[in-house]
T-cell receptor, first 117, second 109 residues
Framework: GAVVSQHPSWVICKSGTSVKIECRSL??????MFWYRQFPKQSLMLMAT?????????EQGVEKDKFLINHASLTLSTLTVTSAHPEDSSFYIC?????????????FGNGTRLTVT | QKEVEQNSGPLSVPEGAIASLNCTYS??????FFWYRQYSGKSPELIMS????GDKEDGRFTAQLNKASQYVSLLIRDSQPSDSATYLC?????????FGAGTTVTVRA
């Protein structure tokens, strides 16, 4: 089945620093990847849609200058949390859908647990 | 109104029983529906997808869809302790997948 790899699986950083999270589709091409955030005991909230070769589309309330998304190839999207603060501590999960699979399900990476101290 | 709503749970069932999970969605334009299982601290794992009205069975799981009622359900037969997890209902409209808050299921041995 389709595999999405996310790295790192966890990271601890100091307040004010930046953290980059990578999301790779390992056995398929993904023109679109999605970044979610999940706080404890809450559901997944879509942050942004990452489009290969173009700008990401951010959901309402998500700061595009704080959460930088780059989708440079059909197999890699990155999310950079800039100037991280403790309130950014969360579980970040990327996902992807097979190219051309408009109605197909999302395949999720294993997630990155970010802790900002 | 949330786009996808699930019965809040938690749901506790004895081992071997049927667990019944319900989900409603507000957007009639939603085309596809999915059930994901999420263990604590892990990312969601797809367990069922359903696209047309009726039932769809896969092993011990049965998904039901009623688009007229905007209702999706998931039955887990012969529940096992390993089924203890949070189950997320998701509805797809265009490219956007909206998730419910999840129902936590505990299967008692």
């Amino acid at each position: 089945g389709a595999v999405v790899s996310q790295h790192p699986s966890w990271v601890i950083c100091k307040s004010g620093t930046s953290v980059k999270i990578e999301c790779r589709s390992l056995d398929f091409q993904a023109t679109t990847m999605f970044w979610y955030r999940q706080f404890p005991k809450q559901s997944l909230m879509l942050m942004a849609t990452s489009n290969e070769g173009s700008k990401a589309t951010y959901e309402q309330g998500v700061e595009k200058d704080k959460f930088l998304i780059n989708h440079a190839s059909l197999t890699l999207s990155t999310l950079t949390v800039t100037s991280a603060h403790p309130e950014d501590s969360s579980f970040y999960i990327c996902s992807a859908r097979l190219v051309g699979g408009q109605v197909s399900p999302l395949h999720f990476g294993n997630g990155t647990r970010l802790t900002v101290t | 109104q949330k786009e996808v709503e699930q019965n809040s749970g938690p749901l506790s069932v004895p081992e071997g029983a049927i667990a019944s999970l319900n989900c409603t969605y507000s957007d009639r334009g939603s085309q596809s529906f999915f059930w994901y299982r999420q263990y604590s601290g892990k990312s969601p794992e797809l367990i069922m997808s359903i696209y047309s009205n009726g039932d769809k069975e896969d092993g011990r799981f049965t998904a039901q869809l009623n688009k007229a009622s905007q209702y999706v359900s998931l039955l887990i037969r012969d529940s096992q302790p390993s089924d203890s997890a949070t189950y997320l209902c998701a509805a797809l409209n265009d490219y956007k997948l909206s998730f419910g808050a999840g129902t936590t299921v505990t299967v008692r041995a």
